[in-house]
């Protein structure tokens, strides 16, 4: 009995040994396939780790080759500028000498103005003087010849009618020649009898009353006066009534 029941003891223990085994077997097959999964999920993640890095470090480089590329843009701009400056101070030298020679320019232009303002005025006094001295040697010739006309006057004047002949005609002509030629010249005798007295251009010997006549009348020429262009070379001298 005590046999028997050793052996059924034993039997059970196998059984529950088996039992136990078993469990194990299939717990270690679960955790296998659990194991499995987990591996391959760490795969997945780790392959999208991965990517994910990959991106990050592509962008990273992307980024970085951007601002390598702006630092070489830079550099290069910090080139440019260094080499535009030496090319600015050369481009402002042109300026400056530019400036120089657009001041010199004007400095000439406005000498050149000058001395053609001052040649002008210069050949103006020059030409007034010119008719100055013409005009005081006409009028000094002028008043040489007045005596002359004068006397021819005179002359003809005390020829009487039967005492006129070819010699008084020949006289007369030339008389007539003279007067052409002084009236060319603009000279021209000054009217006197009958006009009012100008002290400008009479000049009053006598005076005479008479109530029939204006007040300061010239009633008689007694020697005529003349003008030369605008000026008077002799006064008229005449007598005045009133």
């Given at each position: 009995m005590e046999k028997k029941k050793e052996d059924d003891s034993r039997k059970v223990t196998i059984d529950k040994l088996k039992e136990l085994e078993k469990e194990l077997q299939e717990a270690a097959e679960q955790q296998a396939e659990e194991t499995a999964e987990t591996e391959e999920a760490g795969e997945e993640a780790a392959g999208e780790v991965s990517e994910e890095t990959s991106e990050?470090?592509?962008?990273?480089?992307?980024?970085?080759?951007?601002?390598?590329?702006?630092?070489?843009?830079?550099?290069?701009?910090g080139e440019d500028e260094k080499e535009a400056k030496p090319k600015k101070k050369l481009f402002g030298g042109k300026e400056k000498k530019k400036d120089k020679l657009q001041e010199q320019i004007d400095e000439l232009k406005d000498k050149n103005m000058r001395?053609?303002?001052?040649?002008?005025?210069?050949?103006?006094?020059?030409?007034?003087?010119?008719?100055?001295?013409?005009?005081?040697?006409?009028?000094?010739?002028?008043?040489?010849?007045?005596?002359?006309?004068?006397?021819?006057?005179?002359?003809?004047?005390?020829?009487?009618?039967?005492?006129?002949?070819?010699?008084?005609?020949?006289?007369?002509?030339?008389?007539?020649?003279?007067?052409?030629?002084?009236?060319?010249?603009?000279?021209?005798?000054?009217?006197?009898?009958?006009?009012?007295?100008?002290?400008?251009?009479?000049?009053?010997?006598?005076?005479?009353d008479d109530e029939e006549l204006g007040e300061n009348v010239v009633v008689e020429e007694l020697q005529k006066g003349y003008m030369y262009r605008e000026t008077v070379v002799r006064h008229s001298m005449v007598k005045v009534a009133n």
């Open positions: 990050a470090a592509t962008d990273e480089a992307e980024a970085a080759g951007e601002e390598t590329e702006e630092v070489s843009e830079e550099a290069a701009d001395q053609m303002a001052e040649f002008e005025n210069f050949r103006k006094r020059t030409e007034k003087e010119k008719q100055a001295m013409f005009e005081t040697g006409a009028r000094s010739v002028i008043e040489k010849l007045l005596p002359v006309v004068d006397n021819f006057e005179r002359g003809l004047g005390a020829l009487k009618e039967e005492e006129k002949g070819a010699f008084s005609e020949g006289m007369e002509m030339i008389y007539k020649q003279l007067m052409s030629e002084l009236e060319k010249l603009e000279v021209k005798p000054i009217d006197a009898v009958g006009k009012e007295f100008d002290p400008n251009l009479h000049n009053a010997v006598m005076h005479v």
